[in-house]
């Protein structure tokens, strides 16, 4: 059996945004139930309820692991049932929270060569000591087995495979920022799960649906899909910004090219947005387009989360 607790479900900077004064954000830092607080998008899984993988490391993943009994330490005086993370891109939301795990703890961290670069290049990342943080890198579009520090098996095996997105915004200025293809070298994955037969795929982010993606993600049991933004001009007509979703590497989830459009023939059985921005009205439990989402057979990710395969 498969295990997915969702640590985090909102987008970078959570929900409510430590500088955001909007409607949403006032009703969550109040306590509205119908507006619950969201850290910044993480997930544990593990294939035994004893080892499990971080999918990405938050910034908020000490609150996090505090937050989740099944991640406490539980033997000696220093250990972890963490036995690593996997990452999906270098953006600071998905590898900030690697820091919080600098206490000498063995553990692997896994990504594609795209993303080890690019951790490779900041000297801080080496806090994570060598000597006991094993750094592996693996090839896109391959399956393999997600091992413990010592080199166990899990009961896990994965695969990342690229999808349209976009480099990480720190890394704007000498790319360019343009959006990648499917081809890409990996800065922008996806991570596909597999035990006893059964399939989670984990996409936080996500710029277009592309036709290998659709069949990539064909009647999975589970699928975790980027909700960034309600509409492409979100943040716009919001006055939060500048860029549109597919400027910011995302696709929308309503319309006529959107996420709810894009799945209704994919015979997925449990869809769940996650990685919602503050601006998203679907964070907001009494708004109609949570009420559209959910006719359309999609769940909204809440931090605490917890399904079983």
């Known amino acids: 059996m498969m295990q997915a607790v969702v640590l985090g479900s909102a987008a970078g900077g959570g929900f409510p945004q430590w500088n955001s004064n909007t409607t949403a954000c006032r009703r969550a830092r109040a306590g509205d139930p119908a507006a619950l607080a969201r850290s910044q998008a993480s997930l544990a899984v593990s294939a035994n309820g004893t080892a499990w993988y ?26 972890t049932p963490i036995a690593g993370v996997l990452l999906t891109g270098g953006e600071v939301d998905a590898v900030t929270g690697l820091l919080t795990l600098r206490e000498r703890q063995p553990l692997r961290l896994v990504a594609a060569d795209a993303v080890h670069n690019l951790l490779d290049s900041n000297p801080i990342f080496e806090a994570l000591s060598r ?124 319309g006529a090219g959107g996420t709810i459009a894009a799945f209704a023939e994919l015979g997925v059985e449990r869809k769940i947005l996650i990685h919602m921005n503050n601006s998203n009205p679907v964070l907001l439990d009494d708004s109609p387009e949570r009420a559209e989402a959910e006719a359309a057979g999609w769940q909204v990710a809440f931090d605490g989360m917890e399904v079983r395969l």
């Open 54 to 79: 971080l999918l990405n490391a938050s910034p908020d993943l000490r609150q996090q692991i505090l937050a989740t009994p099944c991640l406490h330490a539980r033997e000696g005086l220093r250990s």
């Open 131 to 254: 000597e006991v943080v094993t750094r592996q890198r693996v090839p896109l579009r391959q399956w393999f087995p997600l091992l413990a520090a010592a080199g166990a098996p899990t009961g896990l095996t994965a695969m990342l495979f690229p999808v349209p997105g976009k480099v990480p915004l720190y890394m704007e200025p000498t790319s360019g920022g343009a959006l990648a293809l499917e081809e890409d070298d990996g800065s922008t994955v996806g991570v596909a799960l597999e035990a006893d037969g059964r399939r989670m795929i984990y996409i936080p982010g996500c710029a277009a649906m592309t036709p290998g993606l659709a069949e990539l993600l064909r009647g999975a049991a589970l699928v975790f899909f980027d909700g960034t933004l309600w509409r492409d001009d979100e943040m716009i007509l919001a006055g939060l910004g500048p860029k549109t979703g597919q400027r910011m590497g995302h696709m929308s989830v309503s």
